[in-house]
């Protein structure tokens, strides 16, 4: 979507549209479900979870901390990450506004 078109839709749309865009890479998928899975701050083990190299992890952090799903702090000469709560309750809360819409009942077409 260029970014004369962005304008057309609601600050909502636009959000969600960048929450879901994040979440379409099954590699940031799995350092989301890694990060959940550990409870707990990590750094080094997402290379060797992931099977990526240490710059395309990076990437994929950059990614996910720019849209706020992840936090990091320095410690020492690494970077620990770890799920953003509130950030992840609200990216939740945008997923299921959408999906609740659909009756159950309603047939289609």
């Not at 969600?16 to 550990?38: D, E, M, S, T, V």
Request: proline fraction near 4%.
């Amino acid at each position: 979507m260029g970014t004369t078109k962005t304008d057309l839709f609601t600050a909502e749309q636009n959000a969600l549209a960048r929450l879901a865009k994040a979440l379409g890479h099954p590699a940031r998928i799995a350092i989301l479900q890694h990060l959940l899975n550990a409870k707990a701050c990590i750094n080094s083990d997402l290379v060797q979870e992931t099977g990526l190299a240490q710059a395309t992890v990076s990437q994929h952090l950059r990614e996910l901390k720019d849209l706020g799903l992840i936090q990091g702090n320095i410690e020492g000469s690494s970077m620990n990450y770890c799920i953003n709560p509130e950030a992840w309750k609200a990216s939740a809360d945008q997923f299921k506004d959408l999906f609740v819409h659909l009756p159950s009942d309603q047939p289609c077409c």
